[in-house]
């Protein structure tokens, strides 16, 4: 059975870092384009950011910059680097492979106040 979990979630201060994780299983990872996407309350759920099975990536404006997405295909695994965190990046996050009708994890709340 294909499966993502996410972990890394947490409460930080604004400009603090986070590192999320993803471990996908039941599929081929290597194969899938992997994305990371965040809802706030009250708000639509929006892409942060994607790699690709080749490796190419890509982020919303609102964290270039500061947001950096990776994966081992050895491991499963993608990451997403958080660095510099504001307030409205508190959202929670979830992992995703292969697009909208792919397969989605639980989420992992990130919140970012002071």
């Known amino acids: 059975q294909e499966q993502l979990v996410e972990s890394g979630g947490g409460s930080v201060p604004p400009g603090g870092s986070l590192r999320l994780s993803c471990a996908g299983s039941?599929?081929?990872?290597?194969?899938?384009?992997m994305g990371w996407f965040r809802q706030a309350p009250g708000k639509q759920r929006e892409l942060v950011a994607i790699?690709?099975?080749?490796?190419?990536?890509d982020y919303a404006d609102s964290v270039k910059g500061r947001f950096t997405i990776s994966r081992d295909n050895a491991k499963n695994t993608a990451y997403l680097q958080m660095n510099n965190l504001y307030p409205k990046d508190t959202a929670v996050y979830y992992c995703n492979a292969g697009g909208s009708s792919g397969y989605w994890g639980q989420g992992t709340q990130v919140t970012v106040s002071s």
């Open positions: 790699i690709t099975h080749d490796d190419r990536e």
């Open positions: 039941g599929f081929t990872f290597r194969y899938y384009n």
